[in-house]
């Protein structure tokens, strides 16, 4: 298996090569079993495949959590060289994809990138829908495979092909957790073993939300979840919500005929982990 810098030599090389569908996982690499999940799933769904590698400058608002997000090239090389020597890997540098300086584009995503995450990291989904956008328009995928721990840029993607008209079908795995519970996120490895084992409490937390939904009011899931994080020292509550499943509107009743889902953001001695569970 080779890596590839350039998104021309790959082009030139599915020239060469017949397939029937063409699969692609986006990553930012530090790999770990939820991103293994997903190229396995496309590796099984298409019969060729591209994973990419690439710590994406456009959707970070924060210049430390840049800097300091966890990159492991090699490491991550072998992982999906185990999996299967025939997936092609891109690994470019910014040049490739983004002029300099890297910006993101302007998308009208009808709001969808302004809810939940996006009141708390401005222009993070634009910066999202840039990249997946060149990387689309560089190698013109069948399907794109998306895990559900971030479920909100899953809807953003599909809004993105939409408004495009592009011909590509997203294909999306649930949430890969932790023995524990915890969702697996490559900051993960920025805490210590105390603190990620003691963070099976998000995942807790949503699960004890998701049975209170069925006899208490929203109001009191709400306060609930604000007061379970009070005592928590090492955990600081950065937003929960309950939301309808596709608009990501935040409900202010419940309704047993709408599909919602719960979103959470936690930070935990700096790091931000984020979550989210269906309800019904």
Do not use: W
Not at 138 to 144: I, L
Not at 212 to 218: G, N, W
């Amino acid at each position: 298996m080779r890596s590839f810098n350039h998104s021309t030599e790959i082009l030139k090389l599915l020239k060469r090569r017949k397939y029937k569908s063409l699969g692609l996982v986006p990553t930012m690499g530090s790999l770990h079993n939820g991103h293994i999940k997903l190229i396995e799933a496309c590796s099984m769904y298409c019969d060729e495949n591209i994973v990419s590698i690439f710590v994406n400058p456009t959707q970070f608002n924060n210049k430390k959590d840049l800097e300091n997000y966890p990159q492991s090239i090699k490491n991550d090389i072998d992982i999906i060289n185990k999996i299967s020597p025939n997936i092609i890997v891109y690994t470019p540098k910014a040049s490739d994809l983004y002029d300099s300086p890297a910006k993101a584009e302007v998308f009208d995503l009808d709001g969808i990138d302004e809810l939940i995450e996006g009141k708390y990291r401005k222009g993070h989904f634009q910066g999202v829908a840039t990249i997946v956008k060149k990387l689309f328009e560089r190698f013109s995928p069948d399907y794109a495979f998306f895990g559900e721990k971030d479920y909100q840029q899953i809807l953003v993607v599909k809004k993105l092909i939409i408004n495009y008209n592009l011909k590509i079908k997203i294909k999306s795995i649930s949430t890969v957790r932790e023995k524990n519970g915890l969702a697996m996120s490559s900051r993960n490895i920025l805490l210590d073993k105390e603190t990620r084992d003691d963070a099976k409490i998000i995942y807790e937390s949503l699960c004890t939300a998701k049975k209170m939904i069925k006899s208490k009011k929203l109001e009191e899931i709400n306060y609930f979840i604000s007061n379970f994080y009070v005592n928590k020292k090492k955990f600081k509550l950065e937003y929960f919500y309950i939301a309808e499943n596709h608009s990501l509107k935040v409900v202010t009743s419940l309704n047993s005929n709408l599909k919602l889902r719960a979103f959470i953001s936690v930070k935990v001695k700096g790091i931000r982990l984020i979550d989210n569970i269906a309800l019904f």
